[in-house]
Every structure is written in C-alpha cells, then in structure tokens.
C-alpha cells in the first residue's frame, strides 16, 4: 500500500481542487493521505470525509513556510496530525497574508523585469497557484521559451524580492506545530540548496521530531537536479532518501514519506521500498 504525507491543492500552490486530489489518491491506490497546503488547513474537514467515504486515511496536516536566515534559505517544516479546531487558522492566515502581500509586489517587480528583456511583455495577473507557475504558463502563453531553471535564477535575484512583514522561523513552526498536538517533520531536507547535515541539526535542537523520504524526481528546479537524465535522477533520489534513512535512525527521528505533490507526476510511495515503519502514522 502506497502513503503519501505532502501534497497540495488549490487552496495553496497546487493545481487541483481537494476534492479532485483525494480522488487522484485513491485512483493511485493511496491508502494514508495528508493535505499539506502552504500554510493553510481550508482544505479540511471537508476533504477528510470524502476520504474517510474512500476507504483512505487522512491525517490532518500543513506545511509552514519559514522565514530565509542567515546560513539557510527557506525551509519548510511539515506538521501531521494537528488539531485544525485549535487556533491554527489565525495564526496560519496571518503568515499566509503577508506572504501573498509581498507575493504580489514581487510579480510587479518581475513584470517589469520582463518588460524590459522582452518588449510587448503583458503583464502577469494573479499569484496563484504560486508565482512562479504563473509566470512560467504566462511565459509560454506569449511563446517566451524560457526554461524552469532560467526562470528560477531570475527568481532568486534579491533586487525582486520585496520583505515580507511577517515570517516564523523554524523554531516557531516548530513549536506551533507541537502546540497544535501535531509532529514536526523536516520536508524534503535535500530541497533549497540548503546543507542537508546542517540544516537536520538545526531542526534537531529546535525539537523536530520526524523527517521525510521525498521523490525528489519532482524537483529538478534545484541546482543539484537540474540537467540530470530520469536514471541519475532516480539514483540521485536513492541516495538522498538513503542518506536521510540513516540519519533518522540515528537521531531517533520518525520517518514518513511524500512526493509533494502539486498536480504532476504520481503521488505515493511504497514504505516497503526503503522498509519504512510507518505505523506511527496511523495513530495520529
């Protein structure tokens, strides 16, 4: 049986509805689910019951997006099994809000980059499902052929990015998420380019309690990916997941497993294939 502990719909940067992921899930023959939207839980409870009527197990889950620091680029802390009656939607609107705010200056600044290399350029509208999928679709749309790891590099130019008013860091998601009755689950640690082995101690002192085994196949957006043929991708991808196994196992840390999906690819994985126990999962 397949798990799947990190995806997205639209109530965040995914593409689909929640009711057509829950759908996608069971098709896949996805026995345990979560709905980790950036920051926000509005996809429950209602996709929770469609799942239950599915025959699939729904764990109540969210990925916080935590603020760039010094040593580290974004890091995302995925939180399962957390009580969405508690105040988790106030405090989760207010980090989604400022981040959308500033989300919105930024494409400015990107249009207007855009207006400048490429004369005739029409403007971007919207924000959603994320950026960076906007501008891409908005790109093709005109017949600009600019690829996902050009788009990324213009992305990561500082002089675009506009602050935003108010970020948690990793510690705080953290503790939220504890708060919340809820385990902190460091996401896919080999993503943002961050040092893997530094990034885990952080999230170790901060009291992180879980770690995830990713298919990274999905992310060749990252420098380390990017270029790579499906067969080095796959051996890259064991690799990360094998090296994290180990760490976990070290550290006394709870494993789980994601594609992050956000509408491409499959969803799933097989806990067999790294011979994950995944039965903490059920209990949440």
Known sequence: M??????HTNYSDGLYAAEQVVVTASSGGIGLLSITDHDCVDAYPDAAR????????????????????QGFSCVHVV???????????????RVADARDDSDRRFLENLNRHFEAKYPGWEPTVGIKPSVFQSM?????????????????GIFM????????????TMEEAVSYIKGWGGVPVLAHPFDFGNDASL???????????????????????????????????????RKMNEWTARQAKKHGLRLTMASDYHGSGEMGMDPSEYGVDVTWLYDL
Not at 136 to 152: D, V
Not at 157 to 166: A, M
């Open 50 to 69: 469609l799942a239950e009527g599915m025959g699939i197990k729904m764990v109540h889950g969210v990925e916080m997006t935590t603020k760039y620091e």
């Open 79 to 93: 939180g399962l099994g957390i009580d969405i009656n508690s105040d988790v939607r106030r405090v989760l609107r």
């Open 157 to 168: 130019d500082s002089k675009l990015w506009v602050p935003i008013e108010y970020e948690v």
């Open 199 to 237: 990034l885990l101690k952080r999230f170790l002192v901060a009291g992180g309690e879980a770690i995830e085994l990713c298919k990274y196949r999905y992310k060749v957006r990252n420098e380390s990916l990017g270029g790579l043929s499906m067969r080095e991708l796959l051996d890259k991808e």
């Open 136 to 152: 891409m679709a908005n790109a093709r749309r005109q017949g600009i052929m600019i690829s996902e790891k050009e788009l990324m």
């Open 2 to 7: 397949l798990i799947d502990t990190h995806v």
